[in-house]
C-alpha cells in the first residue's frame, strides 16, 4: 500500500530530506521524490482537505487514463504475416 499522504505529512508538517522520509516510511528516496513530485503537478498541499482518505490522495495523484479513440490509418494496412512466413520458408 502506498504511504503517500505520511509521506507529505512528514515533507511539510516536519521537513524532513526524502531520504530521512524514505527511512521512515520503509521506501526508497526515489519513490518519496516521486511522491512529491506528482503531489505539486496535482496542485495538493497539506494538510490535505478534510475527507480525504489514502485512495482519494492516490487517484489526484495517478489519474486514471481516459479510454480514448484511436485512430487508425487508413492508408496504412498491417502486414500480411501468413505471406511473409511464406516467403521466408
Sequence with gaps: MRKIREVLRLRYELK???QQIGRSCAIGASTVHKYLKRAEAAGLSWPLPEGWDEERVEAALYPRAQPGVVEKNPSRT????AAIHEQLR
Design 16 to 18: 524532513l530530506s526524502c
Design 78 to 81: 498491417p502486414p500480411d504475416f
